[in-house]
């Protein structure tokens, strides 16, 4: 009896030293899981590293690389009104169709020698539906879309001037809309050909206008219904300074846009 009890206790105490080295041996892994394992790995180098341990998943995030800006190359849409068995306006033999395209390819002549790339709604004297010219603005992802135009009011033939177009309300690629644009083109038009300012106005029923998705605009240089405005129109050089002032609107627009010219000679937007 005597000897059982003797048995009995050092079975007890057995146990309760077996228990006390399992606890131990818990403990131990427990303190090397938390912080011999969080100092090992990974390692973090970066300045941010002061936060100290339990905070794996903030290191993580403060150490995840910052999405790179989207970076887009310029594309410059030039719509030259008309075309084909469309005349626009036209006097004598002075038609409108021909006195955009011509504009418009000195323009995209000018644009390109900067190394930007260039489209045309048209290049030839062929007809181009409006939506179709909308269209391929908007399915080419144009950065800046100009339509270049001459006005007509056979009323009123002593109305002259420039003016510029545009849709209200158009938000445009972040920075320029359609309004800021228009306002660009009309002050570098009416600078550099001293023609009359009839200033900005909007439109917000023009097809190409309400359609396209960026910045777009109808630059009206001059009147055919008059006669100064129609003697001017009717000269190269003339019409090669209409150029000139269009090529200087785009670039300061694009300037506001944050475009620059890359080490490779691409036009990029960029932020
Ligand atoms: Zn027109």
New binding site residues.
């Given amino acids: 009896m005597r000897k059982k009890i003797k048995m009995d206790s050092l079975f007890v105490r057995s146990l309760v030293i077996l228990l006390s080295v399992l606890f131990v041996i818990l403990n131990t892994a427990f303190f090397f899981n938390k912080y011999i394992m969080n100092a090992g790995s990974p390692t973090f180098n970066d300045k941010n590293d002061k936060i100290q341990s339990g905070t794996v998943t903030e290191k993580i995030t403060n150490v995840m690389p910052t999405p790179t800006p989207v970076k887009k190359e310029v594309l410059l849409l030039i719509d030259p009104?008309?075309g084909g068995e469309d005349l626009?306006?036209y006097f004598d033999n002075i038609y409108?169709k021909v006195l955009?395209l011509d504009i418009s390819l000195k323009l995209g002549k000018l644009l390109e020698n900067d190394g930007f790339k260039v489209l045309f709604t048209r290049k030839e004297d062929v007809f181009v539906g409006l939506k179709e010219r909308s269209d391929l603005a908007n399915e080419k992802d144009a950065t800046l879309f100009l339509s270049i135009?001459?006005?007509?009011m056979p009323d009123s033939p002593n109305y002259k001037g420039t003016e510029t177009l545009y849709c209200p309300g158009s938000s445009g690629n972040g920075k320029i809309n359609g309004e800021r644009f228009a306002q660009i083109v009309q002050e570098e038009l009416v600078k550099r050909l001293g023609t009359i300012d009839n200033g900005i106005i909007a439109r917000p029923n023009l097809s190409v206008l309400r359609r396209t998705q960026m910045a777009a605009v109808?630059a009206?240089i001059g009147y055919i219904s008059n006669y100064s405005d129609r003697i001017k129109l009717n000269t190269e050089y003339f019409r090669q300074e209409a150029a000139v002032a269009l090529h200087k609107a785009v670039k300061r627009t694009l300037d506001e846009m944050n475009v620059k010219k890359q080490p490779d000679n691409r036009w990029i937007i960029s932020g």
């Fill in positions: 009104g008309h626009g306006t409108e955009n135009h001459n006005n007509n109808i009206e």
